[in-house]
């Protein structure tokens, strides 16, 4: 089992939807979590992180980390033609040491 | 303010053959770090950087693989010789220091590498 799993997907939905994205982990000193989009033939953009259990919003974007089930997930309002990307989840036990693991990916393509 | 810059962006070279990737980090970030993407995967660290210091080489096949960051700024990776397995993209990142890299950390473009 690797430390982090994502659904690869492919996702698709309609232009104006309700995504949801979401991993799951194992190992439970991981304190730091964060969401990258990746287009095409670029490199991950990160786009929030969250630190331990909670909830945190930047605009159509809301990140939600249940550490208790060892669970996270990532929502977007009103999705768009250009959220068509894939999305990475990424993980750290935080500190100096705090190296970023990574999940496989979720490739979204949002239909107009 | 200029992002991480890589390059080449794209090479494609046979195997045996020796390839070398360059990356200059964000100006003022302290830490680097080399991942290899391969194709439907997420990055997976190769080696991190703390100024000129290689911290974290634990991830890095050291047999063909070498990198180094002279004067803790500019970082080259070296793959001596290639294999067919070595077709990925490779990617370079920086973080302020190691304690924000645990949770912010940018990334460059790429390069992607084709070995035939």
């Known amino acids: 089992q690797k430390e982090v799993e994502q659904d690869p997907g492919p996702l698709s939905v309609p232009e104006g939807a309700i995504v949801s994205l979401n991993c799951t982990y194992s190992?439970?000193?991981?304190?730091?979590f964060m969401w990258y989009r990746q287009y095409s033939r670029k490199g991950p953009e990160l786009l929030m992180y969250?630190?331990?259990?909670g909830n945190k919003e930047d605009g159509r974007f809301t990140a939600q980390v249940d550490k208790s089930s060892k669970y996270i997930s990532l929502f977007i309002r009103d999705s768009q033609p250009s959220d068509s990307a894939t999305y990475l989840c990424?993980?750290?036990?935080?500190?100096?040491?705090?190296?970023?693991?990574f999940g496989k990916g979720t490739k979204l393509s949002v239909k107009p | 303010e200029a992002g991480v810059v890589q390059s080449p962006r794209y090479k494609i070279i046979e195997k045996k053959q020796p390839v070398a990737f360059w990356c200059n980090p964000i100006?003022?970030?302290?830490?680097l770090y080399w991942y290899r993407q391969n194709l439907g995967q997420g990055p997976e660290l190769l080696i991190r950087y703390e100024n000129e210091e290689a911290v974290d080489d634990s991830q890095l096949p050291k047999d063909r693989f070498s990198a180094e960051r002279l004067k803790g700024v500019d970082s080259t990776l070296k793959i001596q010789p290639a294999e067919l397995g070595d077709s990925a993209v490779y990617l370079c990142?920086?973080?302020?220091?190691?304690?924000?890299?645990?949770?912010?950390?940018?990334f460059g473009p790429g390069t992607r590498l084709t070995v035939t």
């Open positions: 100006s003022g970030h302290n830490t």
């Open positions: 969250t630190y331990s259990s």
């Open positions: 990424a993980m750290s036990e935080g500190g100096s040491q705090g190296n970023l693991i």
């Open positions: 990142a920086s973080s302020l220091d190691g304690v924000r890299g645990s949770y912010e950390q940018y």
């Open positions: 190992n439970s000193a991981f304190q730091y």
